[in-house]
């Protein structure tokens, strides 16, 4: 059964192929730097392959895999990326904070906005974590989902899927004490004998 988390899940998946979600938005106007022991572009097909130990950064992103494809149509991309295993790592935007994640592939559709991490797929930022054989991130309606299974197969017995989801520390929270206060300085009535 799909569980949606987007508020949470969107701030750690998006950073995969420097999505417009909370990831650092200064990345999306640096140069894109990509090291592949081989790549092909075909012109033709606008397909191009890059493959063996590819890691590719934008700014405090950073990709790892195998194998990368990157299909262009009509002035849209769409990646997959394959790998033992896929890493990815950056920064999220205004905070200090990583969101980082694992999966055997990935692929990003940039015409829709639609994140996607097959087997053995894990997301975390901060103590929040999100595993899965599957997890979709569309960026657009803002809507997350995790599965024991990608669609169209049917998830094994006894699969599930793991959310981790740390409250933040409240400093007001009851139960928390707090510092002591000075004494308030009394005075004197004037009219009281």
């Not at 194998?67 to 009509?74: A, G, I, P, Q, R």
């Not at 979709?136 to 803002?142: A, G, I, L, Q, T």
């Not at 989902?145 to 929270?173: H, L, M």
């Amino acid at each position: 059964m799909p569980v949606r988390m987007a508020s949470v899940v969107l701030g750690l998946a998006a950073a995969l192929f420097a999505t417009a979600a909370p990831a650092e938005r200064a990345d999306r106007e640096k140069e894109i730097v990509l090291l592949a022991d081989k790549g092909t572009a075909d012109d033709n097909k606008k397909v191009s392959v890059f493959e063996g130990n590819v890691i590719i950064t934008q700014g405090t992103m950073r990709i790892t895999a195998a194998k990368v494809t990157l299909s262009e149509k009509e002035s849209f991309k769409y990646y997959v990326a394959s790998g033992a295993p896929v890493t990815f790592r950056q920064k999220r935007d205004k905070l200090d904070e990583w969101v980082e994640g694992t999966a055997e592939r990935a692929e990003f559709d940039d015409r829709n906005d639609v994140l996607k991490l097959f087997n053995r797929a894990k997301v975390k930022s901060a103590q929040n974590e999100l595993t899965g054989e599957f997890i979709s991130c569309d960026m657009r309606r803002e809507l997350c989902e995790v599965t024991g299974a990608p669609p169209g197969q049917q998830a094994p017995p006894n699969s599930r899927v793991k959310v981790i989801i740390v409250p933040q520390k409240n400093a007001n929270a009851p139960g928390k004490q707090e510092a002591p206060k000075e004494p308030v300085a009394l005075k004197p009535d004037k009219e009281v004998k």
